[in-house]
């Protein structure tokens, strides 16, 4: 699904497929939502989503991982 982010989406909860939290998009630049991730997030999540090299605190959101946008909520699809 894709989805050109704006700050309307700052601030909303990013959810895996099943809808746990995996963390909140903290900001969003030319379209691409950052999220900082929660603290738990497996490193098997966290590699799916190409985030395991990167040594920063917010990692972009993947048009391609983005399943669903909601009001509150952005939930990715499965992988």
Do not use: C
């Not at 989805?3 to 099943?18: C, L, Q, W, Y």
């Not at 985030?51 to 009001?71: H, I, K, R, T």
């Amino acid at each position: 699904m894709a989805h050109n982010f704006t700050e309307d989406d700052e601030g909303k909860r990013v959810v895996d497929a099943e809808g746990d939290e995996i963390g909140r998009v903290v900001e969003v630049s030319h379209g691409t939502a950052y999220v900082d991730p929660d603290p738990g997030l497996t490193d098997a999540i966290m590699s799916k989503l190409g985030w395991s090299d990167a040594d920063e605190d917010s990692y972009p959101l993947q048009e391609n991982a983005v399943g669903e946008v909601a009001d509150d909520e952005i939930r990715l699809s499965r992988f």
